[in-house]
């Protein structure tokens, strides 16, 4: 099947084998999209986790539609009344005390202002990341970003030989993840420069992998210590993806004395439609006067609009609550229904990956296509071995189940 924009478009997508065309229509907000030949999907993709109402909710549509015909667009030069209200809804929910926001559209834009922020607000030059971390793909988030894949010819980070000659070299010390002694190491030997640690605390990109409370205390304890700032990374799993409005919240708890410093969230926040945001403790954001960054597009009130409809459906749906349940829904699932090729289930609430195969294994790609062309599941693969699941919140246990029978299916394929 030719794709219609495949001569058009620049070759940085691995283009799957349909074109969508439109969701199947649910006034509960769509689990289910069609392609242009008419098959019907179910969406486990959900444009990498960003309808977490499902497709076109209608209550959400009506808030776009409404916030359209009476203001689109502002420079940031002024303020408008749905950026103030999201602003506030955003504040009075995330657990960064006394929090200002800047508001960004995607997920690479806040980390941008993340980076700046903690380099301003410290004075330091450094960022501790992680491996298999991914942050985004503009220049220093890419630097943050763990796979050299994405980040060569481009950066070359601290300890690194490659590549030899770079367009940029930045101050950025990449350690295990979940390893505290490494981090502890690094500390006593970079500490008066590191201005940040930056972390998911679920890395997605890489597969599902949630950060331990233990390890996330300590690390919060040791960024105390030094004088260097929490920066959490919910571009992915924030904004009710685990249960709770925030995954560090979910993974810690709420005391306010372990609250990260510096937060960014996109994907879900928009409902569906871009936006982003990059959150800092108030006397942080005084650090980014005038000129220190912009944007031309985030917190725009059609954007703004978009959000807050978003938390409104989440919150008067009891969303979160279904959201939190999807992860155990299908534990119990894979407890009635076993596969023996399934090596793993992991994550929280809704952000969930099954590792297929031995590890090591990279058989992922090839059951992810099974699934698609076979059973009508749209999926993610990570890493080669696991399969992502981001399904809209409101998807329960048939949906699960659905999902889990095209695994196994698919793995009993891809066996013979």
Partial sequence: MTHPMQELRWPTYALRDLVLDAAVPDERGSLRVRDSAGRVYLDAVNGVGC???????PRWVEALTAQMQ???????SFSTEPQRRFAAALVARMPVPDARAFIATTGTETTEAAIKLALRATGRNTIVAFERAFHGRSLGALACTANTAYRHPYVRCLGESEPAEPFATARVLRLPFGDFDALRRAFAEHGAAIAAVFIEPIQGEAGVYPASREFLVGLHGLCREHGALVGADEV????GRTGSWSAWAHIVGDDPALAPDLMWIAKALGGGFPIGVCLARGDLAQAMGKGTHGTTFGGNPLACAAGLATIDILERDGLLAAAAAQLPTLQAIAREEPCARVHEIRGHGALIGVQVGK???QIGTAVGDRMMRDHGVLVTVCGGHTIRLLLPYRAGADELREVWRAISRSLESEAT
């Fill in 236 to 239: 992915q799993s924030g904004f």
């Fill in 70 to 76: 009476r203001l689109s667009a502002a420079a940031n």
């Fill in 359 to 361: 590890p090591g294994e």
């Fill in 51 to 57: 309808a977490p109402l499902g497709h076109a909710h």
